[in-house]
């Protein structure tokens, strides 16, 4: 048996949801492009749990059930209430979504139907979670969501307790199509692994978002963002890339285990971060971040990830940079519930072997004589 480090170019299973064939991304058959162009969230939501875009029927009725259901339990918001101020959102958000499902009175109900409305419920309170968490550390008071507004809209609506203009709704929007699944990236397979011990999808959540949390997945868009901030302005790039690059240290928002020439989302996210640093009077965040891809592509050959561009892009939406993992999760919960789902349906438990490596033909040895 030899092993596969970090499982690359492995095949672990078959899935109708989401592809990458030459570097096209695509969910459910159709190109991410078309979809940042245009769909809304909502319909890729639907898309990535049923195979195929909503009528209009399912759509009205899918943003119905997702607006009903945001609002979370009084007891989780009061447990919200009580976590250190300075924990990571994504540790209070792990903790939170598990605390979700005490509350649940299905959390251990294993009916593709019960699983199917868990995952609304999942997908509609996590922006409930994550902005009252943001909210409450600051002493503020958590703002209940607006049943009628989209995602994206109600996310940035219960962080301020203001209604978001069309063009930061219209760009957060985007960014939620763009993060919204990947395949058996390491979040999603984690999430696939727990739930393929038929344990509840609460579990496969809280595994989800603990593997997301890392800086060499979700954790660098906000590792990007304490990168510029580092760096400060146009003219300390160089100097800056140059001394990461000779100490081998990773520059965080490049590189990908699949994409090798280029991710397909970060056109979009770039291009966003160009407008939206130029509407906010911050073009050098854009500047900055051009700079460091034109070093790092041209000195290394690696390509900008999703990560790179979505900084400068949350950056310029007012959003604080531990905030951007969070929001990455919001958005994947749309693909680890899809991924959840299509696991239960056709499940065998997962379970790989080791090559080992360790010493053999060992004895015990009585404690006082070793
Ligand atoms: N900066 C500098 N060098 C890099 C980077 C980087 N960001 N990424 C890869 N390399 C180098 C490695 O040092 C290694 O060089 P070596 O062969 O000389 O040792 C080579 O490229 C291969 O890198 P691996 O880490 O083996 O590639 P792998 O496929 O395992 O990792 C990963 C992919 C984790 C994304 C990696 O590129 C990385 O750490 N990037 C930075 C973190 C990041 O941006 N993560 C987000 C990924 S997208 C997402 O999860 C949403």
Redesign the pocket.
Known sequence: MTATR?L?GVVAAQSSICSIVDGVLCYGGINIDELAEHATFEEVVYLLWHGALPKRDQLDALKKQLGENAAVPQEVIDSIKSYPKGVHPMAALRTAVSSLALYDAEAQEMSPEANYRKSIRLMAQTPTLIAAFARMRKGLEPVAPNPSYSIAQNFLYMLTGEAPTETAVKAFDVALILHADHEF?ASTFAARVTVATLTDIYSGIVSAIGTLKG????G?NEAVAAMLAEIGSVDEVESYIRQKLDNKE????????VYKDGDPRAKWLKQMSKALTAQIGRPELYEMSVKVEDMVTGE?G?KP???FYSASVYIALGLESDLFTPIFAISRMSGWTAHIMEQYENNRLIRPRADYTGPVNQHYVPIDRR
């Open positions: 970090g690359e990236n800086p060499l997945h979700g660098a990773k520059i965080m928002g490049f590189g990908h285990r290394k690696l990830n999703v990560d």
